[in-house]
């Protein structure tokens, strides 16, 4: 739901049963580009971080942790948007590192 000046008044992103809600700060609360950092990351799962990383570089996004490959298997990046919100992007598949740790100790 949009709000006044190009703010989000109010959205859901949602997951099977489980719902986000989003806005832009509201009266009395600052983004943290304002208040001097941020409070939390959000990380989105894409099936190409290569090209997302340079869709993001393209347009102008303030790359926060370059485009690397993790130790647990997965690729990804870090950006912050113009209100100072931090996310990160790449292909990592939630509960792989704990199966394949899991695997390990079984061998063991």
């Given at each position: 739901?949009?709000?006044?000046d190009g703010t989000v008044r109010h959205s859901e992103l949602s997951l099977g049963t489980?719902?986000?809600?989003?806005?832009?700060?509201?009266?009395?609360?600052?983004?943290p580009s304002k208040a001097g950092g941020y409070a939390a990351t959000l990380s989105v799962y894409v099936p190409d971080p290569d090209q997302r990383f340079a869709q993001a570089v393209a347009s102008g996004a303030t790359i926060t942790q370059p485009l690397r490959d993790e130790?647990?298997?997965?690729?990804?990046?870090?950006?912050?948007n113009l209100k100072g919100h931090h996310w990160c992007f790449g292909n990592y598949q939630p509960g792989a590192c704990w199966q394949s740790s899991a695997g390990d100790a079984e061998e063991a």
């Open positions: 739901m949009p709000g006044p489980g719902v986000v809600m989003v806005s832009s700060p509201g009266r009395g609360r600052q983004p130790e647990y298997g997965a690729r990804g990046y870090g950006v912050t």
